[in-house]
């Protein structure tokens, strides 16, 4: 059904462009003819503008997996409440992204920096395309502000991991040897009444061959998550294999870098200017606040195009 969806989508997608070219080729003629204005024309070719620039971008998110959900998981870096502020603030802005693009989002697992933000965060993007949209956000996030917590108002420089891996289904199926895997129990953090203050529903999964670690809170069922900590295995396990076969990008572990200067992939700077910059693709911009509310397309993009520039080199 998933894939039926798909390919119907492409269909309508395909057939209300063929729409939108013959109604622009009308208006042409109706503002020849002097019965419109120029701008009704405009409007309509920015209209068949963007339809079509969304399925070309759409063709390039062909790679095995690309059509799948996300997993996404961001970590502070070092410097304690700074970054589990800036954690916290990237976390916003993919919620308000997901919104915008009407993925359905769940959190997976929550812990909370010791004053505020958070240390690490696993949020799943649920939605077709969701891990081929968001698989270049995968690095380090460098945020350079007047910090709110330092009563000097100096200026500090903030870093928070992002690993994007793609959630998988029951579609493919991936054999875990259960003799190469440890389960934890532990008390969730946070808000949630006596359960969770008292009651070890939390998991953490350790995978030995890999070193891969999964923590999920996200029921008060221990059983439920447990089966969504094997899901993410799975997944992350799926991603690696990935990694091998397509040979696009280099194995997960090798690719990982530290969470310092000159590791990261976009910087964000709100003082002494504002700046977003990709430092992969150069894409920039001076619009900070939209950035954070979640508009990030432009920076998506450059990736994808940069990515499908090298493939066809």
């Known amino acids: 059904m998933r894939e039926i969806r798909s390919l119907k989508k492409w269909v309508d997608d395909f057939n209300e462009l063929n729409q939108l070219n013959e109604d622009l080729g009308v208006l042409l003629e109706f503002q020849k003819a002097g019965e419109i204005d120029s701008q009704e024309v405009d409007n309509h070719f920015s209209k068949t503008i963007e339809l079509f620039e969304a399925v070309e971008f759409r063709n390039m ?53 010791d004053v505020t933000g958070v240390k690490t965060v696993t949020l799943e993007i649920n939605g077709p395309f969701g891990f081929g949209w968001l ?53 969730s953090s946070g808000a949630g009444g006596q359960n969770v203050n008292k009651v070890e529903t939390a998991v953490r999964l350790r995978h030995h061959p890999t070193g891969i670690i999964i923590e999920n809170s996200e029921t008060r ?31 997960i572990e090798a690719s990982k870098k530290k969470i310092e200067w000159g590791s990261q992939i976009r910087n964000y700077v709100m003082h002494p200017y504002k700046l977003v910059k990709d430092v992969r693709t150069q894409e920039e911009t001076n619009d900070v606040d939209a950035v ?22």
């Open 135 to 187: 698989k270049g956000e995968n690095g380090v996030h460098r945020l350079v502000r007047i910090s709110p917590f330092d009563s000097n108002a100096k200026r500090h420089t903030s870093f928070a991991s992002v690993y994007v891996y793609p959630l998988v289904d029951d579609s493919i199926e991936i054999i875990v040897n259960p003799s190469e895997i440890s389960w934890e129990t532990m008390r």
């Open 221 to 251: 069922s221990q059983l439920e998550n447990k089966n969504k900590a094997m899901q993410l295995l799975k997944s992350q396990l799926f991603e690696i294999e990935l990694q091998k076969k397509l040979s696009a990008r280099q194995e």
């Open 61 to 113: 998110l062909s790679e095995e997996g690309d059509d799948m959900s996300a997993v996404l998981q961001i970590t502070a870096g070092a410097g304690g409440t700074e970054s589990c502020d800036w954690a916290e603030m990237l976390m916003r802005m993919y919620l308000m992204w997901g919104e915008k693009n009407k993925y359905s989002i769940k959190e997976l697992n929550h812990q909370a920096g």
């Open 292 to 313: 954070m509310n979640g508009n990030i397309d432009l920076f998506l993009k450059s990736y994808l195009m940069l990515m499908g520039q090298k493939e066809n080199e």
